[in-house]
């Protein structure tokens, strides 16, 4: 059985940081492309950032030079470190595991970034 579990998510002040973790078990964690989503409220899910080809990763330009993508292998966790948050980070985080066309979901964790 699949399992990602998010968490490190919450509410904080704009300028703040929070690091999100994400703990995969039943997949060959080191195989699978490992990334992170959002949903904020009336938006659609967007990709936020993700590994690519090895160790490469890629951000939604918004994000980029704020967060940061990373993974340990030994943990099989995924993380994803958030600084200076902003109000439009608002959202639901999901972490994801894909390997060719088969995708797996956590069930998200919230964070609220105050102005």
């Known amino acids: 059985q699949v399992r990602l579990v998010e968490s490190g998510g919450g509410l904080v002040q704009a300028g703040g940081s929070l690091r999100l973790s994400c703990a995969a078990s039943?997949?060959?964690?080191?195989?699978?492309?490992m990334g992170w989503y959002r949903r904020a409220p009336g938006k659609q899910r967007e990709l936020v950032a993700t590994?690519?080809?090895?160790?490469?990763?890629n951000y939604v330009d918004s994000v980029k030079g704020r967060f940061t993508i990373s993974r340990d292998n030994a943990k099989n966790t995924v993380y994803l470190q958030m600084n200076s948050l902003k109000a439009e980070d608002t959202a639901v985080y999901y972490c994801?595991?894909?390997?060719?066309?088969?995708?797996?979901w956590g069930q998200g964790t919230q964070v609220t970034v105050s102005s």
């Open positions: 039943g997949i060959i964690f080191s195989i699978h492309t």
């Open positions: 994801n595991a894909r390997r060719s066309l088969i995708a797996y």
């Open positions: 590994f690519t080809t090895g160790d490469s990763t």
